[in-house]
């Protein structure tokens, strides 16, 4: 993420305008035309999920279309008190607690896979490919048998044992695909100055590329929270008898047909915006830090 | 360089960092496909319980159902249709980023509010299509208001209309990123080469632009394809149960006990998905791309 930014900042910001189109007086018609289409695509991502956020404040008569009827917090309550809407509470917090240790293991684990990758080394390419077959393999198969395995070693699948492997199978590929796009733009000549001043590998690691790359980790930190947040095809045969949050969701939609659906929809997007919103704003906090401090 | 004239302490090193990945890869990606590929060939009692033997008997079953063929059909009429609409929107969202956007903070503010909904749940996003598509819906309110239609369609929710909407909604992101990406990095100096020698801006786009995306745009197709073809859940819930596909099928099986045909099917899918995949891969070096 932050690395497409920082490559946004070096080649579109002098050029671009110059040549496709002018970068002073009149538009070309393409440019209204695709700014039509741009507001449109905006509009249809965020439209449908700001009406069952709307729709999730109605009072106790309110169904699932609009016209909205009254105004509460009715279907918030609903949604932790009732139990006919399954464990909402022990399965949001199994989620966060997942999506911590998957987000810890993910950046490590990626950051030091990144490190691998930067030279070639013996059967570098059937790791790749692995990585790659991880990423597009069905996750309702790999789930499937990711459970069998764990019932003929007999053992026990639970959220955080087999579900917590099954959900990094999907968010490493990821992690180490976004560290490729940071690691291309490190500069190895600080790492090469730090080893002439006497650095040990250790240090040149913690104390150089670490600080450097931080802006890269926090963005493989985000993938890696919200992948396993939101996982929902390689958790259902792995998490075992206690529910993570979508799985939550899922047997809500087959079976819950009132707005405390939307209710949920509305808290676990929240959560989503809470965590993107604190991801990118120490982004941009890590880099401004480092401009005024390039300055004095 | 070659592997061959690696040095070996460089090997050494590049296990040491990698094997972290290995060690999660190894059991949750190779060990649970080599037990569905055992599966496959076992027989059941029928209630779940599996016999180790070697029997083609599922393959069979599965490549002689009628129902088999009317399934890949169906997937593939949803992965064509969705990759259709999802590059021709992702191409053009990421041109206007890339080329017409002056201001480049706007055009990174633009660039994340497409980014943000991928990082919220899928299923919400899906179900979110609920209020507007349904038969008391918005848009068939807004329909009947106007006097375009007299009666509210019924085709729009729980309809293979719908599974293609949540589908491109879903996963449009996934071909503006790389599209965006491989564009930013085009030379403009090229561009006004062209514009120099007399090019207009619709040759700039057929014969610069696009050829210097193939590479974004072969990954957009490998998410959106891989995606796709693997998903259940959307067909399931947005077809309201009236279409189906290889995975959503599979579901079934595995709800019934029926492992050995779902685990051929599931073989099957993804022979078919390495090949689409490796037919894409023979076009563009991804390696290459990525880490460049």
Redesign the interface.
């Given at each position: 993420m932050s690395a497409v930014l920082a490559d946004m900042r070096e080649t579109v910001a002098p050029a671009t305008t110059k040549a496709i189109a002018p970068s002073k007086g009149g538009r070309p018609w393409t440019f209204y035309v695709l700014a039509a289409l741009f507001a449109l695509y905006v509009i249809a991502l965020y439209g449908p999920m700001f009406c069952i956020y709307i729709l999730s404040f109605q009072d106790i008569r309110g169904g699932l279309v609009f016209p909205m009827k009254g105004q509460s917090l009715h279907w918030f309550v609903d949604l932790f008190t009732q139990v006919r809407t399954g464990d909402v509470k022990g399965s949001f917090d199994r989620s966060i607690k997942l999506a911590v240790i998957v987000t810890i293991i993910t950046v490590v684990v990626s950051f030091l896979a990144g490190l691998s990758f930067r030279k070639r080394f013996r059967g570098d390419t059937v790791v790749f490919y692995m990585m790659i077959g991880s990423l597009v393999a069905p996750g309702l198969v790999l789930g499937l048998g990711t459970g069998l395995l764990f019932q003929a070693l007999g053992l026990n699948a639970s959220w955080y044992t087999s579900a917590l492997g099954a959900q990094l199978s999907w968010t490493l590929p990821f992690g180490v695909l976004v560290m490729f796009a940071v690691m291309s733009r490190f500069n190895h000549v600080w790492e090469e100055a730090a080893y002439d001043l006497g650095a040990s590998r250790w240090q040149s690691i913690w104390l150089v590329m670490i600080p450097v790359l931080a802006p890269g980790l926090v963005a493989v930190a985000l993938f890696g929270f919200t992948l396993s947040y939101d996982e929902f095809a390689r958790s259902l045969q792995t998490a075992g008898s206690l529910n993570t949050l979508p799985l939550e969701i899922w047997s809500m939609t087959l079976n819950v047909t009132s707005p405390s659906l939307y209710a949920l929809g509305t808290v676990t997007t929240i959560v989503s915006f809470i965590v993107i919103g604190a991801s990118l704003g120490s982004i941009v906090l890590i880099q401004k830090k480092r401009g005024s401090g390039a300055k004095g | 360089?070659?592997?061959s004239q690696?040095p070996p302490h460089?090997?050494l090193?590049?296990?040491?960092?990698?094997s972290?990945?290995?060690l999660?890869?190894v059991?949750?990606?190779?060990?649970?496909?080599?037990?569905?590929l055992a599966?496959s060939f076992f027989a059941t009692d029928g209630f779940g319980g599996l016999t180790p033997d070697f029997t083609l008997a599922s393959y069979i079953d599965v490549l002689h159902s009628a129902l088999t063929l009317k399934l890949y059909l169906a997937t593939i009429k949803f992965t064509v249709l969705t990759w259709i609409f999802t590059l021709i929107?992702g191409f053009?969202?990421a041109?206007?980023?890339?080329?017409?956007v002056?201001n480049?903070l706007l055009?990174?503010g633009?660039?994340?509010?497409?980014?943000?909904?991928f990082?919220?749940?899928?299923?919400?996003?899906m179900?979110?299509?609920?209020?507007?598509l349904?038969k008391?819906?918005?848009i068939n309110?807004a329909l009947l208001a106007m006097g375009v239609i007299r009666q509210p369609l019924e085709v729009l929710l729980f309809s293979d209309l719908a599974v293609v909407i949540a589908y491109v909604?879903q996963l449009?992101i996934f071909m503006i990123?790389p599209i965006?990406?491989s564009m930013?990095?085009i030379?403009?100096?090229l561009?006004?080469a062209?514009?120099d020698a007399g090019a207009s801006?619709f040759d700039?786009m057929r014969l610069i632009v696009v050829p210097m995306c193939k590479s974004g745009i072969a990954l957009g197709t490998?998410f959106v394809v891989?995606i796709v073809?693997?998903?259940?859940?959307v067909v399931k819930?947005m077809s309201g149960g009236g279409s189906a596909s290889v995975?959503s099928a599979?579901?079934e099986d595995?709800g019934v006990l029926q492992?050995p045909t779902?685990?051929a099917s599931?073989v099957l899918?993804?022979l078919v998905?390495v090949a689409i995949?490796s037919l894409i891969l023979r076009t563009v070096d991804?390696?290459q791309e990525?880490?460049?």
């Open positions: - | 360089m070659q592997p690696t460089a090997n090193a590049g296990w040491l960092y990698v972290p990945l290995v999660v890869l059991p949750f990606f190779v060990a649970p496909i080599l037990v569905v599966a929107i053009f969202v041109y206007f980023l890339v080329f017409h002056r480049q055009a990174i633009l660039f994340l509010l497409c980014t943000v909904p990082w919220t749940s899928n299923i919400i996003r179900i979110s299509w609920i209020p507007l349904g008391e819906g918005l309110q909604h449009t990123v965006f990406n930013a990095r030379d403009k100096k561009i006004e062209a514009i801006r700039i490998i891989s073809m693997g998903d259940f859940f819930v995975v599979f579901y595995v492992y779902a685990a599931a899918l993804t998905l995949v991804i390696r990525i880490t460049r």
